[in-house]
């Protein structure tokens, strides 16, 4: 049996200084054209200036023409050209190989190296097996680090048009094809394409295959292994890469881990009680507890032809809803005669907040996914807001098949949406107010990117919805999250002589975004101690984790220490792939374990389901409000200002 394995390879290198040529950057065209003109040679653009070196004379030959002028360079000034050179290496020892299509990621700019030879192919399907090379560096006690993480994953490829599709009996309609006419492979046109030829349980198990652990790891164990022999040498000038070390932990003085329990939870009196939530709640009730002097009325609103279905689901929940919050329910019934947004519309005029607590639609699994604009269930929902009345949406399919998970998940997301919150979590006691601030993200109707609202807790994770402010997009995105922590310090920071604030943020930081936004707080709040940091939380990295070769999951909590500013976090055990929590250079608070350690405690906080989320809901809530947001959008005279609405703000009426 083996320990704790992370599939990064530091590289020795050497700390002396070498001459490297550079010019001025002029501009994308300056710097493509190099490139395209120049194979041999590798051009680096940092500020201002172009790098540019090769393992031959060719770099000097273009200096003269370029009349480049050279600048003394080591590991520690120059840490991202140094990173760079250990890249090229990797990509060179590919290349030889003559097996490899390589290519860089769009946005992460990492290296991939796709296989030529497919693990599988037919006549319109092409699938390759792909390494994903990272460089990453680092500062520890004064020191500078430099290694390489490699991953896997496959790679999906069709050789037919949309025209094949249809010649094909396989339905093309919402599919898209690329610049050479070519359907793109994403999962939809995938799961079309297998269901439709017969193929699900081979492509199915060759991508089961891909995901086992195990597997995973004797691919990436081989690859590091094998590039651990050709990367030691020199990279350019006095530069070179003494030794690689791929080691399991623990490391000697370097990647600290431990493991971070979850946070204690607390229910009906402050009461703490182990083991599943869903049991705790069974023995002592909810933290916060809805008023029981009244049973809730929740409207059903369906097609007849359910009733059989909806009448052994509503008794259930109505004994899930009892035994979890000690809630009564009442079920009150509007039929439709055909699913469609007339009869939705006609059957909810009557509603209100006066006649019923809660909404539920139940509709076919397809109405989820259909255009907002003729959706029933988008419109009736829209439409309901106005009326301060939440709306739970439920398909048919999963009534039909419903367990008593399931049948907990909904009880709970009813419960939120009433106004309840099921359990909290310890609360760390500070010597100052504290805050968190969640934003997130989301890709609107139109593939367009859009950054949500601002959603704010305390420390307790207790969630804070009435401050929260609308949408930004990236214009007016600085403006608006300036103006929210204005409320903050107006609202909830009134009277406090130090503020301790923390932006959990899905993006890198920007220095003209939330720095800006923030500096003008700062500025106008000059009186009182502030301090902040700007967290990044992701899983668009190439780090990955294994425990015993990936034949045990990890543990959950395990909590790895990159350096004083980054560390990995196993928030989902049954995944190798860790959330990396990175704590932005502007910030003047830095304690990254009491950073991480929260994210952990907000990802036991969700109310959509009683398992952990995979997100801390610090980023997860508002990438969800903002999805639904978008898409009520589309809806037909829909106004945003009812979001505004207090018997609105105070709920999650977006989970």
Known sequence: MSGLYLNYCFCSVSDDDTDILSIDYKDKEQLSKLRNENPGICFYRSGNAIYFWSTDSADEVLAKKLNATKVSINCIEYPTLVSKMIEN???????????????????????????????????????????????YFFTEKEKMYFGFSVSSNLDYSFKWSKQDFANNNIDCAGLFENKQGVVAANTRAITRYKEAMGLASKLDRIKSNSENSN???????????????????????????????????????????????????????????????????EKVGPYTAISNNTARTITIVSSKDYEGTLNVFTRQLSDKMQKLFRMHLNFQYCWVEKENIESFGEAILPINSRNTDLVIFVVKKDYRFMNPSISPYYHCKAKLIGQEVPTQCICIETMKRINDFILG??????????????????????????????????????????????NVFDNSGVYLAGACNPIANIENYPKELEKLIIELFETLLVGEKEVHLIFHIYKSVGKNKEVYALERVLERYSSINISYAFVHLNYGHNFRLYFNDGKDNLRKGQFIRLNQTESLLVVNDGSSIPLKITIDKHSNFKDIFYIS????????????????????????????????????????????????????????WFL
């Open 215 to 281: 597997q995973q790891f004797a691919f990436i164990k081989k690859v590091i292994t094998w590039l651990q022999k050709g990367i030691e040498g020199n990279l350019y000038g006095n530069i070179s890469v003494r030794e690689c070390v791929n080691n399991y932990f623990p490391y000697n003085d370097l990647f600290e881990n431990e493991i971070i329990g979850p946070p204690k939870k607390y229910y009906a009196n402050d009461q703490t009680v182990s083991g599943m939530p869903s049991v705790a709640l």
């Open 597 to 652: 350690q929260q994210a952990f405690c907000f990802a036991h906080l969700s109310e959509r389901s009683f398992m952990p989320s995979k997100k801390p809901i610090t980023i997860l809530y508002p990438s969800i409000m903002a999805n639904l947001i978008e898409k009520l959008k589309i809806v037909e005279k829909w106004d945003y200002d009812k979001l505004r609405v207090k018997g609105v703000t105070e709920k999650l």
């Open 89 to 135: 290496r990797i990509y060179d020892l590919f290349n030889k190989t003559q097996s490899y299509i390589l290519y860089y990621e769009k946005y992460s700019h990492a290296l991939v190296a796709k296989k030529k030879a497919p693990i599988y192919e037919d006549d319109a399907l092409c699938v390759f097996q792909c390494a994903k090379i990272s460089t």
């Open 409 to 454: 998940n909904i009880a709970l997301n009813v419960y939120a949406k009433l106004g309840g919150t099921a359990w909290g979590i310890e609360k760390k006691d500070t010597t100052k107010k504290e805050l968190i601030i969640g934003i997130g993200s989301t890709v609107n109707f139109y593939k367009q990117q859009v950054i949500s609202i601002a």
